[in-house]
C-alpha cells in the first residue's frame, strides 16, 4: 500500500480532533454578533435614550436547579453506561458468544460477506439485549424530567 495514502488516512483523527475544538457560529450567532459591534459608518448620538439591553438570558431558579440536575444526571449516566458497557462486552467475551455467533453464521452462508453481515447484527443483537437495562433507566430518566413522552410501548 502506498505509504501517502496510509498517511493521508492517519491524519484523519487528528483533523477530526481539531474540527472539534474548532467554533461553530450559526447565522444567527452572526447576525447578533454584527448587531452588537457598531459600525464604523454609525456614529453615536448624545440624544439617543439609554435603552435597557439584554446581554444574558438567565434562566428562573427552579428551572435552572432542573436543568443543572438533570446535565448531573446525565454526565454520571453516560459515564455509567460507559462502564456498564465495557463490563457487557467482557461478558460476551467470557461466555464465548462470539465463537457461537460465527457458527451460526457459517451454517447460515458460504458468502463471507454475508457471514459477517450476519455476525455483526447477531453481536449488536446480543451487546444491545445485554445493554437494555441502561437505555430504560435514561428513557426513565427523561420521561421523569418530562423530556419524552414517549411511553415504553411506541
Known sequence: MNTSFVRMFALIPALAAVAAFVPCRTSAERSLISLQQPSASAAPTVSEPAEKRV??????????????NLGTIAFWGQLVTAFYSLIALVLLLNWRTAPKIRDIAEKASSVRFLQAAIFATLFFLAFDVLCLPTGMFRQWILRKCGLSNQGWGS
Open 55 to 68: 446581554t444574558a438570558y438567565t434562566l428562573p431558579p427552579d428551572l435552572y436547579r432542573k436543568a443543572h
